[in-house]
């Protein structure tokens, strides 16, 4: 069996890898629950078992037929990148626990590290590498500064990983995603989602 689109085999391995490690991640280090009493570990496994799932069934659509023309993937980063990206998380994550601070700080800190260094050495990566920190910033601001202020860096710092930033459009994104969080996961499943910062209630 070849692989007919290496673009959609890397993808599904990414999407499988990625939804693994947080799924096993949050019921690692947090309760489960039930799906009538959700607990914190609860969202994070279901988006991450159904990421592996959707992953899976990319790789295999990979793997169906034969190739279609160069199907070469250029990735805008090497080997020697993604250890230097490794060695920032580590080396942030050993010091947080030295100083007996929490490792969430030391993880937000390398993602913005990883993203300035990004921007500045390889701007050709900065649509992934946005992408994924706001994902991590909308995780670990979520608890501390509330439902709006981590949905807005979410949707701001992938909106600038894009290839125009319309302030327009971003805003009036924000507006309805923060409408629909609140109606549908606040109000109608009676999440405790904290809306705004622990220091406004």
């Not at 009493?37 to 990979?62: D, H």
């Not at 990206?85 to 929490?102: C, E, K």
Request: proline residues 5%; without cysteine; hydrophobic residues 60%.
């Amino acid at each position: 069996m070849k692989i007919r689109s290496q673009k959609d085999f890397w993808s599904g391995l990414m999407f499988i890898g990625s939804g693994l490690f947080f799924a096993l991640w949050a019921m690692a280090f947090y309760q489960m629950g039930t799906a009538v009493r959700m607990g914190p570990a609860y969202f994070p496994t279901m988006l991450g078992f159904l990421l592996t799932v959707l992953g899976a069934a990319v790789l295999l659509q990979s793997l169906a037929m034969e190739p279609e023309g160069d199907q070469a993937v250029h990735t805008p980063f090497n080997i020697i990148d993604l250890l230097i990206v490794v060695a920032i998380y580590a080396v942030l994550i050993l010091l947080s626990q030295n100083i007996g601070s929490s490792s969430d700080y030391a993880i937000l800190g390398g993602t913005i590290i990883v993203s300035l260094l990004t921007a500045v050495f390889r701007p050709d990566a900065k649509p992934l590498v946005l992408v994924t920190a706001a994902t991590i910033a909308y995780g670990y601001l979520m608890k501390p500064l509330g439902l709006v202020i981590a949905t807005a860096a979410l949707v701001f710092i992938s909106a600038a990983g894009g290839h125009e930033f319309k302030w327009k459009e971003v805003i009036i994104l924000f507006i309805i995603l923060i409408l629909f969080s609140v109606l549908v996961f606040v109000k109608g499943l009676t999440l405790p989602f904290p809306i705004w910062p622990e220091y406004f209630g």
